[in-house]
């Protein structure tokens, strides 16, 4: 029952992470008919990957910016315009369109993300609970529903622009909910207060940690049940699936567990969990074993990243907060940088088996980052900052 009250209390958020998540999952589950439609190399496809990163960071830094100027609508007018161009990396024909399709795909789906995290980070402060793992939940759900359907619709002989186009007309119709302010804070005269770059940096850091292990799976999940294990596009969808599915437990499951476990605790234990997971994943034999190699990296990824964001969000001011939000967001995704090139390079110089294998090696670096953090800041969350908030703590407006 916590569970489904942090679920409601986060509940307009959290319809944004579903959004986010029906985007993903799409596409993840597209991308073998992508690359095919492309006819491009796993490296080349990986480079091309990097089109992505780079709207999602450009949109990292302009985020606060668009939080000040449109207020209470920014993440509903964000996530619209997202909303319509979801179907749009499913009709690319070539290297270049694809390219620049994912540049701006990155611009809305990165604004869209800072927005609801920060939105989110400011609701855990007012309320004094931990919601982020309920955030990134639905985010999960979302994923998993998409890849899914997505591998029904490419099963039935339709091409990726289709399932795509469905799950952005579905996201569309979720937006028009998304009207929910920012908070609004009060500064004191002559305070000389400073962001604290540090912690900053080091939650940055877990965030990376946790965003570049997800995105191998998001991004070649499919590919290497296909290729690697030779299953048809419903057995290559459930790649992506597993992973949603079993990241959407972990984190409704790692919101009940922050209740009663130290945040710190609980990324120890999901960091080694992602690491055997990754290893099964690059050892198996049979898409079934793959699959739970999956299923267990995407339950002990799931939390590392919402935990990364809350622990910044506890350590920081109120009027620094989606500033925070947003550098720490535009490290973890540079994350969308580096994974998919190293995945395409490792991929095709040693196979995906040995490219997941230093995934195993990656999901671990969170822990040495996390003692770093507990050195330099120790948990506090100040539930009586000096702020206004212009939406109440249920998180609501229409």
Same mark, same amino acid.
């Given at each position: ?150 591998? /029904? @619709?490419?099963? #039935?002989?339709?091409?990726?622009? =289709? +399932?795509?186009?469905?799950?952005? !007309?579905?996201? $569309?119709?979720? *937006? ?102 990754? /290893? @099964?994943?690059? #050892?198996?034999?049979?898409?079934? =074993? +793959?699959?739970?190699?999956?299923? !267990?990296?995407? $339950?002990?990824? *799931? ?96």
């Amino acid at each position: 029952m916590r569970i489904l009250s942090a679920i409601w209390t986060a509940r307009l958020a959290s319809v944004a992470f579903v959004m986010v998540g029906l985007f993903w999952g799409s596409f993840a589950a597209s991308v073998p008919a992508i690359r095919e439609n492309l006819g491009v190399s796993d490296g080349v496809f990986g480079f091309l990957l990097l089109g992505n990163a780079t709207g999602l960071v450009m949109a990292m830094f302009a985020a606060p910016r668009v939080d000040r100027l449109l207020k209470d609508r920014g993440l509903q007018v964000c996530a619209a315009l997202f909303s319509c161009m979801i179907f749009l990396p499913g009709m690319a024909q070539s290297a270049m369109a694809f390219f620049l399709i994912m540049i701006v795909m990155g611009m809305f789906s990165g604004l869209t993300d800072v927005l609801m995290n920060a939105r989110l980070s400011e609701l855990e402060v007012r309320s004094g609970r931990s919601l982020m793992n309920a955030g990134h939940g639905m985010f999960s759900v979302g994923y998993a529903v998409a890849a899914f359907s997505t591998g /029904l @619709v490419r099963d #039935a002989g339709y091409g990726p622009a =289709v +399932a795509m186009g469905l799950a952005g !007309l579905v996201c $569309l119709i979720l *937006s028009s909910r998304l009207r929910t302010a920012p908070e609004v804070v009060e500064t004191e005269a002559g305070s000389t207060e400073r962001m604290p770059w540090l912690i900053l940096l080091v939650c940055g850091g877990i965030v990376l940690v946790a965003f570049m292990t997800e995105a191998t799976v998001e991004t070649w999940s499919a590919l290497h049940i296909e290729r690697t294990l030779n299953g048809d596009p419903l057995a290559g969808a459930l790649g992506p699936t597993m992973l949603g599915l079993t990241m959407a437990f972990g984190r409704l499951g790692g919101q009940g567990l922050t209740d009663y476990l130290p945040d710190q605790l609980v990324v120890v234990v999901a960091s080694l969990l992602a690491s055997a997971g990754a /290893l @099964v994943a690059a #050892a198996a034999p049979t898409a079934m =074993v +793959a699959y739970i190699g999956f299923a !267990l990296l995407g $339950l002990g990824v *799931s939390v590392i990243g919402p935990l990364g964001l809350s622990l910044l969000g506890q350590r920081v001011a109120p009027r620094f907060r989606t500033e925070a939000i947003s550098k720490a967001a535009v490290m973890g995704f540079t994350g969308f940088f580096f994974a998919p090139v190293l995945m395409g390079l490792m991929s095709e110089a040693y196979g995906l088996r040995m490219a997941y294998a230093g995934v195993a090696v990656l999901a671990v670096l969170a822990i040495p980052l996390l003692l770093v953090l507990n050195r330099i800041s120790p948990p506090k969350l100040d539930t009586q900052s000096k702020s206004t908030s212009s939406i109440p703590v249920s998180d609501t407006r229409s």
